[in-house]
């Protein structure tokens, strides 16, 4: 089992900055791919970035490259999602993911809202 816990997320105005984090429960955590989605109100939940097992960025969706940057802590088991020049439509759900021995986990989520 493995529990993933979401925080940082808040209310931010167009422009600002928020960075989210994503601790696991297990250190072996750094063994593996972490992924953060998005879910935005009446959309589906949607791929925003995923960093390998050694700190470097697998993915990066097009809607937020060169604004979000995801990276891992040294000891591999806390993940991060700096987003900056936040956008109204970066307004969602941020959930934190890891797949482990083909199953699934996901944290609770946190809240990203922007707006004036």
């Known amino acids: 089992q493995v529990q993933l816990v979401e925080s940082g997320g808040g209310l931010v105005q167009p422009g600002g900055s928020l960075r989210l984090s994503c601790a696991a429960s297990?250190?072996?955590?750094?063994?593996?791919?972490m992924n953060w989605y998005r879910q935005a109100p009446g959309k589906q939940r949607e791929l925003v970035a995923a960093?390998?097992?050694?700190?470097?960025?697998?993915y990066t969706d097009s809607s937020v490259k060169g604004r979000f940057t995801v990276s891992r802590d040294s000891a591999g088991n806390t993940v991060f999602l700096q987003m900056n020049s936040l956008i109204p439509e970066d307004t969602a759900v941020y959930y934190c993911?890891?797949?482990?021995?083909?199953?699934?986990?996901w944290g609770q989520g946190t809240q990203v809202t922007v707006s004036s």
């Open positions: 993911n890891v797949r482990i021995g083909g199953m699934t986990y």
């Open positions: 297990r250190s072996s955590i750094s063994l593996y791919r």
């Open positions: 960093i390998a097992t050694g700190g470097g960025t697998l």
